[in-house]
Nanobody, 126 residues
Framework: HVQLVESGGGSVQAGGSLRLSCAVSGYTYSRNCLGWFRQAPGKEREGVAAIDAAGSTTHYAESVKGRFTISQDNTKNSIHLDMTSLRPEDTAMYYC????????????????????WGQGTQVTVS
């Protein structure tokens, strides 16, 4: 049973930073991709950042490039999203997702490509 649990969300002022974490359990695939997505009220879910199992490929949405960094900790089966220079438009529910295949580069930020999802953690920037 695959389980993804996000943590680290909260409220922060514009220009501030947050670190989101996603603990992954029940997941033994060596060829997989993990990603962060977000959904603001009234908007569609969008890809924020993604990484492949080897950590050799990362992909970021244009809106977060240079501000957000995705990383993985294979010893702890977790991924992180370091968010800096936060803006009010970054306010959303953030979700961690996983898929047991290596996606093509363009698919890394497409929500429909992912199979397993966490419950989300709220980020509010004011």
């Amino acid at each position: 049973h695959v389980q993804l649990v996000e943590s680290g969300g909260g409220s922060v002022q514009a220009g501030g930073s947050l670190r989101l974490s996603c603990a992954v359990s029940g997941y033994t695939y060596s060829r997989n991709c993990l990603g962060w997505f977000r959904q603001a009220p009234g908007k569609e879910r969008e890809g924020v950042a993604a990484i492949d199992a080897a950590g050799s490929t990362t992909h970021y949405a244009e809106s977060v490039k240079g501000r957000f960094t995705i990383s993985q900790d294979n010893t702890k089966n977790s991924i992180h999203l370091d968010m800096t220079s936060l803006r009010p438009e970054d306010t959303a529910m953030y979700y961690c997702a996983a898929v047991p295949v290596l996606l093509w580069y363009g698919g890394l930020l497409i929500p429909d490509e992912y199979k397993h999802w966490g419950q989300g953690t709220q980020v509010t920037v004011s």
